[in-house]
């Protein structure tokens, strides 16, 4: 009788001492689609893309106005002529420059756009695990369409805690980057 006190005495100290571990889930979907640092991102990249498009829609034009009048030169010549005409041979090389200039650009602005993407991943992947740790979550699974997490109680859902957070997080920061327009004025006056 004795040992078996003893054990059961052993087990509730053990059950006590074991700690119970806090979990939570986010929707992983909503969190992006309500970060505002992921908002202003998508802004930035439809604009860089918009100005890229104009850039390349404004040099086709130059393309068409300088191909037109040799086109007409062209047409005129024949075949060996139209090989070794120095003018014609000058325009297709300038073009064939400008043409990998823009797909270098073109390239670029791709992997700055990936590179952009991967950031602010890693920024969200990183909140949430500092949340999760200030907070004492033993884990924070993510809730998505590919079905890692197909229920979760909503007393454990903390989706619109962490938009929240890091929005307010983000917005903090953008504000510390933003100069203060009155003191720029302020510093343009006085040197005038």
């Not at 929707?27 to 970060?35: G, H, L």
Request: with cysteine; glycine share 2%.
């Amino acid at each position: 009788m004795k040992k078996i006190i003893a054990l059961v005495a052993v087990l509730t100290i053990a059950a006590s001492c074991q700690e119970t571990q806090k979990v939570a889930f986010i929707d992983n979907a909503k969190v992006y689609e309500e970060y505002q640092e992921k908002i202003d991102l998508e802004a930035s990249i439809t604009k860089r893309q918009e100005d890229f498009k104009k850039r390349t829609d404004s040099l086709a034009m130059a393309y068409q106005v300088e191909a037109a009048p040799l086109q007409a030169k062209f047409n005129k010549l024949s075949q060996q002529q139209q090989q070794t005409n120095p003018e014609i041979i000058a325009f297709g090389k300038k073009w064939q420059m400008i043409e990998s200039q823009i797909k270098t650009q073109e390239q670029s602005l791709q992997e700055q756009l990936e590179n952009d993407l991967k950031e602010l991943d890693t920024h969200v992947e990183e909140f949430i695990a500092d949340y999760a740790k200030k907070n004492n979550y033993s884990f924070v699974l993510g809730k998505n369409k590919s079905g890692g997490l197909i229920y979760g109680n909503e007393s454990s859902n903390i989706t619109e805690t962490i938009i929240k957070e890091i929005n307010a997080s983000y917005s903090s920061k953008k504000d510390s980057k933003t100069p203060n327009t009155e003191d720029s004025t302020e510093n343009n006056e006085t040197a005038e």
